[in-house]
């Protein structure tokens, strides 16, 4: 089904792109008759078209004037499981091509194209498709039909750039060796389906990508490349008429050149070889495990049960396996189940992290659960959880036209269209815990069971003790017992609120949704250096009951209810969000209410609050840019809350107290603060609850001062972790903070010109290099500081020389005046990334809120792109020479 987009197993490997085998159509296409389109005029606004053009491409579009936009995408019926042994990881790596130069774009034009008119573009590939998509402004629609023309049949496959991207790729292949997560899904994918072309990853293996030509490369797209084979939607504020005139001009002189061969199901097998489990040491301070079982592909009707299933024992916390073994038993930092159906075959997948002296209690109490587990015990309650789970899920897709237009190209592309969600929705509303019951045992067997586990070295875990443990507990069965309110739109609106509070209104009756942000002014500001991570703590610990409710009854009223409740803490603020349907505003705001006015900090839920946050430092730090991000902030600052570790350290997190977190946040809570409503919503009970909240919890207290810290001293910072591939880099200046607006649109203007992928660096460091696969820079700021980072993650061998290109890069900035063309650029690229990343409705909310919060003017994001417009070349050179000389920089790396 569409909804798993193949995401949760990093399928989508997002880089650069292809040619086709239609190029000399052209000539004949000129001598052909005009198509004789159909009229979609009279159709009804916002109706979704299906046309298929003579040659077999079908064209999707869908009118949708919600926000200035137009998302476009290419579906191409091939995908690494298209690939043969000798030749994986080719569609990925033609995918990469695309950006390497066309017959009428240069090398990095294609993307300089999109992003200089305030859009942004990528290609993705999966095992069973590749996608080539852009967002544009709507009224640049034509400029993205015509870029993703360009990058699927145009791209140039230049030798020597291919050579150099084999290089790109195999930094990105070392990089993904780094991730626990992948590593897991490689083995077991590998195990799985073995013998099969899903059995290797979509990036390939060294020796594969190292061995295609540019011969190959053609030879792939002559066989796979079909207009047949194709989708093409555009979805946002266009006119279908023209779009699909376009469309046919662009498209319609393309021709197949052989039939169509259907893909090979891949057969679950009726009794298997497991259990075999796979162990890989290495310098991890966590267990990541993970267990799959082959299912049926995604076509299969079983699909929707098992998704069901699968959130039931472990979609989200109030899920069987999580309340087992990480809430009650406490044996695990995580643990979740999803099901992973794909074209050819699907996985039903249970992961779990976890400390190596817990393994063989936490392997045997799952075999113990799993060999007893029955559907036919799920309450009415569960069930129904699950359901309107899934299908809020399915509805909130539509959110974003770039999240639109990906649910209806799948659904065109692998299913029954638009039928499908009407399908999908009566599937899921008649699952019964008796058709459950039976997928369970018909798929999740032991012989089934498939295990791959990253220890740490010298651990005492066995792949045998392992395996014994299933045997033992979890025996197989023979064959035969295997089988057996809303309101109308409105002006935004602010209000004044007592102790000094501000109520943000910003309607919007696009989705039955209601977002809400609440900021107040503190979080680490807070705290003292012995108390680092505190915030961070009660943040976790706030919304983890109440003085009436259990942690477990919120959760399960939350799921009920298909909302969400979260509480974060930043350097200067600490927040909470909810997001919910409009319909359970009556239930939600009172759950709400109690949360903020009598959370209850239960000893029990504190601890493993605690054990939690000690689990996501230890994590951080097996990866190697969350290492170097944990540690950045100290390393630049020794002063303020800047200087802290967020999370703290372990000891310091464990040696936390009940009464310290109370102490907190009861003196957190009195700070004034912002609440940012976002949707649909009944204004006269939001602002009920706003002044209430207010009137309860703020006090009188000395006004929030946001600090300018110190800088520290050491220059240099060398973090190391072993067994790791690849080196990570941070090149970062202090820059002034947000309070200087010319300054910030200044810097804002230059991070828009050094990142991104038609970015100064990336076609320096990556594209005439091939130094790494991401190079971008990073622009933070808080009210009184902040600092910009130029980033790489690349070969050992290649640190100085990654150095050297920032250093050269920063000089030519500094002597030469840039154009104007990367100028106009930069301005597109911040007000199309406005756009693009405020489209969510908690997004919008939150923005309000931390703004206002901050004592900036809710619009100052508006204000900050029109002075962008302004900013001349003369003053990026001088902005490079005051803050980015090579004396002011601060290196942090993190290396094997």
């Known amino acids: 089904m569409f909804r798993t987009l193949l995401l949760l197993v990093g399928a989508l490997v997002l880089a650069t792109g292809c040619q086709a085998t239609h190029m000399k159509q052209t000539d004949t296409a000129k001598k052909q008759p005009d198509a004789v389109l159909p009229s979609l005029a009279g159709a009804a606004g916002g109706e979704t078209h299906v046309i298929t053009l003579k040659n077999g491409l079908r064209i999707l579009i869908k009118e949708d004037d919600r926000f200035p936009l137009a998302s476009v995408k290419l579906w191409v019926h091939a995908g690494s499981g298209y690939e043969t042994p000798d030749i994986a990881g080719i569609s990925h790596l033609l995918e990469h091509m695309v950006f390497k130069g066309t017959e009428k774009r240069a090398m990095g034009k294609v993307a300089m194209d999109i992003e200089s008119v305030g859009g942004n573009l990528n290609a993705g590939t999966s095992f069973d498709y590749t996608v080539y998509y852009v967002d544009v402004p709507a009224d640049q629609w034509r400029l993205g039909l015509d870029t993703i023309t360009d990058m699927a049949f145009h791209s140039l496959i230049d030798p020597n750039e291919l050579e150099s991207e084999k290089k790109v790729v195999i930094e990105e292949l070392e990089r993904g060796e780094d991730s626990p997560n992948r590593r897991l899904f490689k083995t077991l994918q590998s195990m799985i389906w073995k013998g099969t072309s899903y059995e290797w990853p979509v990036i390939g293996y060294h020796e594969t990508v190292l061995g295609i030509t540019r011969a190959t490369i053609k030879q792939y797209i002559a066989e796979n490349y079909q207009p047949q084979s194709m989708l093409l939607t555009v979805v946002g504020k266009i006119d279908p008429d023209e779009v699909l005139a376009e469309a046919e001009r662009l498209f319609g002189h393309l021709r197949n050149t052989q039939p169509l061969t259907p893909p090979e199901i891949i057969e679950v097998p009726q009794i298997g070889q497991g259990p075999r ?62 099901t992973i159906p794909l074209e050819r075959g699907g996985i039903f997948y249970i992961s779990a992290t976890l400390d190596a002296d817990k393994v063989d209690e936490f392997w045997t109490g799952l075999n113990t659960e799993l060999s007893a587990f029955t559907p036919l015990d799920f309450t009415d309650q569960e069930l129904d959880r699950a359901k309107l789970n899934l299908e809020s899920s399915l509805f909130l897709s539509k959110e974003t036209l770039s999240g639109l237009a990906s649910k209806l190209g799948y659904m065109e592309f692998f299913e029954d269209g638009e039928q499908a969600e009407k399908n999908y929705l009566h599937d899921l509303r008649q699952v019964t815990r008796k058709e459950m019951d039976e997928l369970y045992h018909k ?29 033992e507990v979890w025996p197989v069965k023979d064959a035969a017992q295997a089988e057996a309110v809303v309101t109308q739109d409105a002006a935004p609106e602010e209000m004044a609120l007592p102790g000094g509070s501000k109520l943000v209104l910003l309607p919007d009756s696009t989705l039955p949704y209601t977002a809400m942000s609440l900021y107040w002014v503190g979080g680490d500001g807070e705290l003292t250096p012995d108390q680092q991570g505190l915030a961070a703590l009660t943040a976790t610990a706030l919304t983890r009951g109440t003085m009436r409710m259990s942690a477990t009854e919120v959760q399960d009223f939350l799921s009920d209810h298909a909302a969400a409740l979260s509480s974060t803490s930043g350097r200067n603020v600490f927040a909470l969000e909810t997001k919910f349907p409009t319909r359970f505003t009556d239930d939600l705001l009172p759950l709400i209410t109690e949360t903020l006015t009598s959370p209850a900090f239960d000893k029990t839920e504190v601890a493993r609050a605690k054990q939690d946050q000690i689990a996501s430092i230890k994590r951080s730090e097996d990866q190697p840019l969350g290492l170097a991000f944990r540690h950045l902030f100290p390393f630049l600052y020794k002063t303020g809350p800047y200087a802290l570790l967020r999370q703290g350290t372990p000891e310091g997190v464990e040696g936390f107290t009940n009464a310290d977190i109370i102490r907190f946040w009861n003196r957190q809570s009195m700070q004034p603060f912002t609440l940012a409503v976002c949707g649909q919503f009944d204004r006269a009970a939001i ?13 009188p207290v000395s006004e929030y001062e946001f600090t300018t810290p110190e800088w520290g001293q050491e220059r240099e910072m060398n973090l190391k972790l072993a067994d790791r591939k690849q080196s990570h880099i941070l090149m970062t200046f202090p820059v002034t903070g947000k309070t200087d607006l010319d300054a910030s649109a200044e810097l804002s203007m230059l991070n828009a010109i050094l990142s991104g992928q038609s970015g100064l660096l990336f076609r320096d460091l990556r594209d005439k290099q091939g130094l790494a696969y991401t190079v971008t820079s990073m622009l933070w700021q808080s009210t009184n500081t902040g600092f910009i980072t130029l980033y790489i993650g690349t070969s050992p061998d290649t640190v ?28 597109n690229i911040l007000s199309g990334e406005y756009y693009q990343n405020h489209q969510s409705l908690i997004s919008r909310s939150r923005q309000a809120a931390s703004l206002v919060t901050r004592g900036f003017d809710r619009d100052y994001d508006d204000k900050l792109i029109e002075r962008a417009k302004s900013v001349t070349p003369e003053e990026l050179q001088n902005l490079v020479r005051q803050f980015m000389t090579p004396d002011k920089a601060y290196i942090m790396t993190v290396t094997p």
């Not at 082959?294 to 989200?316: A, F, Q, R």
């Not at 999740?444 to 299933?470: C, F, S, Y």
């Not at 602002?687 to 006090?699: S, W």
């Not at 100085?800 to 301005?827: C, I, N, Q, W």
């Open 443 to 471: 798929y999740v067997r032991p012989d089934q069971l498939a295990v791959a586990v990253l220890v740490p070295e010298g651990n005492g875990v066995h792949e045998d003790k392992l395996t014994a443990i299933t045997n």
């Open 800 to 827: 100085d020389k990654s150095l050297d290109g920032f250093r050269k890069v920063l000089g030519e900035l500094a002597a030469t005046p840039l154009p104007d063309e990367e100028l106009a650029r930069a301005r």
């Open 687 to 699: 602002t009920k609850f706003a002044k209430d909240i207010a009137r309860t919890l703020t006090a």
């Open 277 to 338: 489990v796979v162990k890989m040491e290495g310098k991890w301070n966590k267990v990541y495990l993970a267990a799959a079982f082959p299912i049926p592909h995604s076509g299969s009707v079983e699909n929707t049960g098992l998704e069901v299933l699968s959130h039931i024992m472990g979609g989200d916390d109030t899920s069987r396996l999580y309340r087992t073994f990480k809430y009650d038993r406490q044996l695990v930092d995580d643990i979740s189940a999803t």
